[in-house]
């Protein structure tokens, strides 16, 4: 989903810990909510990306993370 991302993304993508990040959810300074259409909760991309960028380029920031990582999952299965 181009408009959310997990707990894990977003501690990933601001370079702090999972549990930095569920404290900035605690403190209300993030919103974990539904995604729409689905059972999964996420948080909204221009909450972890305003801060620096349009929200036009982290979406395609955030597209290209996920490219990266399908490619590196890909490569390691084709290994083994």
């Known amino acids: 989903d181009p408009t959310h991302v997990s707990i894990g993304q977003a501690a990933e993508l601001r370079g702090v810990s999972v549990r930095t990040i569920r404290r900035e959810i605690?403190?209300?300074?993030l919103t974990l909510e539904t995604v729409p259409g689905t059972r999964r909760s996420g948080?909204?991309?221009?909450?972890?990306?305003s801060r620096w960028v349009p929200i036009a380029t982290a979406r395609e920031l955030l597209r290209q993370q996920i490219d990266d990582r399908q490619k590196e999952n890909m490569r390691r299965r084709n290994r083994g």
Do not use: D, L, N, S
């Open 26 to 29: 605690e403190r209300k300074a």
């Open 43 to 49: 948080i909204p991309v221009e909450q972890v990306y």
